[in-house]
T-cell receptor, first 112, second 111 residues
Framework: KAGVTQTPRYLIKTRGQQVTLSCSPI?????VSWYQQTPGQGLQFLFE???????NKGNFPGRFSGRQFSNSRSEMNVSTLELGDSALYLC???????????FGSGTRLTVV | QQPVQSPQAVILREGEDAVINCSSS?????VHWYRQKHGEAPVFLMI?????EQKGHEKISASFNEKKQQSSLYLTASQLSYSGTYFC????????????FGQGTTLQVKP
């Protein structure tokens, strides 16, 4: 069965711009989480969605937002990009959020 | 609060064993283990839901000591394919999918 699909794989943006990342979870998985991965901070939780509702949010500024659609696909948006937002953004899906997660390959965002 | 993994890095020869520990200062509701190879996504290895639970897949197994708030991952007779960074993750509360990950342990297996 198809895995978690994230698009785009790579993105270069300029400071001040905004960006939208997309995630298609495994069919049947209703829980979608987003993580930011950087060499210095490791894997940091951004948010979790379940059945179109945000269930949990990490300690990130309001510039980071997300949503989940009725087909479980999810998007995250970062507005007013800063250099420090450069990172690998990973999406992960799970049947219910209390089981193991399957990660996508990530979107590598570079802010210049 | 982020769980603490030890060691931070380990280098092995093929066939040797390794143990990676994950400990927390707060209650552990469950423990997830993932492996990430360079340039790839983290891959789920196993989840331990109950204190005292042990799981294994081939030569990789794990234990969970709820009272001591720690989990250990055991890699037996390591293979080259075991190389990568291992992360433990724990939910922030009992019924949430919000995982807090440790800083990772880099494992390198040499021929």
């Amino acid at each position: 069965k198809a895995g978690v699909t994230q698009t785009p794989r790579y993105l270069i943006k300029t400071r001040g711009q905004q960006v939208t990342l997309s995630c298609s979870p495994i069919s049947g998985h209703r829980s979608v989480s987003w993580y930011q991965q950087t060499p210095g901070q490791g894997l940091q939780f951004l948010f979790e969605y379940f059945s179109e509702t945000q269930r949990n949010k990490g300690n990130f500024p309001g510039r980071f937002s997300g949503r989940q659609f009725s087909n479980s696909r999810s998007e995250m948006n970062v507005s007013t990009l800063e250099l420090g937002d450069s990172a690998l953004y990973l999406c992960a899906s799970s049947p219910r959020g209390l089981y193991g997660y399957t990660f996508g390959s990530g979107t590598r965002l570079t802010v210049v | 609060q982020q769980p603490v993994q030890s060691p931070q890095a380990v280098i092995l020869r093929e066939g040797e064993d390794a143990v990676i520990n994950c400990s927390s200062s707060k209650a552990l509701y469950s423990v997830h283990w993932y492996r990430q190879k360079h340039g790839e996504a983290p891959v789920f290895l196993m989840i331990l839901l109950k204190g005292g639970e042990q799981k294994g897949h081939e030569k990789i197994s794990a234990s969970f000591n709820e009272k001591k708030q720690q989990s250990s991952l055991y890699l037996t007779a390591s293979q080259l394919s075991y190389s990568g960074t291992y992360f433990c993750g724990t939910p922030s509360s009992s019924n949430t999918g919000k995982l807090i990950f440790g800083q990772g342990t880099t494992l390198q297996v040499k021929p």
